[in-house]
């Protein structure tokens, strides 16, 4: 245990560390960080210091918020006894807090805009006492379970309002997955395939784009409990270079299918297209459940395509909605 103590210590120095390089100068997805072994939450508008918790060990529970650029300050203090972090608006707060120990690591980023992040505190708990959620849902739950309710410690942007900050770690895990999978293939029931290994897929902004725009208007268009997933269209925010560029493909005979552009994938809830449940395993284990001779584990597994984008959406329903496009380039 003193052991494991001393582990979650280090790691909590270095994210003290590095502090003065994660702070939001413009409007920024704040990533949300869940350390397994000490239970703390973490937040961070650095993308490389996310990437390397998750290196550690730390699990990646997606965009928290979106971080104005300006605003009224959002405290950070660190508890070196404890190796956790605290956030608060109050500089009376911050002040008891420092006093009593904590280490002030200056302004974390700024509270403004219309979406409330709930703070709740676990009275059990050595380290990460405190949860801070967007999400009310969850936020009640924990009171539920014995957690006490301390209302709303600041405001952020809902990311699903700015598109163009949504977290691009969602898409180098659904890529990383990907690519695992593609690289046990050697062949395709249904495809002209030769037995090699189907070669690594990379992102591409266009593509990435394209993605976005198809997971933006099918999220507009589902409405109550139902989700509006169809190919129609599916060319809307398609760059001119990836029309028809399957065929172009030096991998493409006259045997074979250019199955693709897109695959579509939508699920409701608090972990929808998270861990085991996402959209790519789903595409890909389709395929064994799938009626007919398609699913889009085809689309995914094409022998043609050498790059993809990912784009992801959230309807008023509550519905999350991905999308993927494949092309060659």
Known sequence: MKTKKRLISIVSILLSLSIATSIAHADSGMYRMYNPNSGEHFYTASQAEAEYLQKKGWNYEGIGWIAPDTGEKVYRLYNPNAGDHHYTVSSFEKDSLIRMGWQDEGVGWYSAGTLPVFRSYNPNAEAGAHNYTSHQFEAQSLVNVGWHDEGISWYG?????????????D??????TLNRLRSTLRKDVLTAGDGAVRAALSLNADLTNWAQIRADEIAEKSTGQSVHLSHENNKNGMPAWANASLFRSPNYDNKSIAWGPEALYYEFGVDADKGFNNAVNFWWNEYYTAYGNYSHYLVLSSPLANCIGFGVSKAANGAIIVAAEIAYR
């Open 157 to 169: 942007i809902d990311p699903n309002a700015q598109p163009h900050l949504r977290n691009p770690l």
């Open 171 to 176: 898409s180098t895990e659904r890529l990383n």
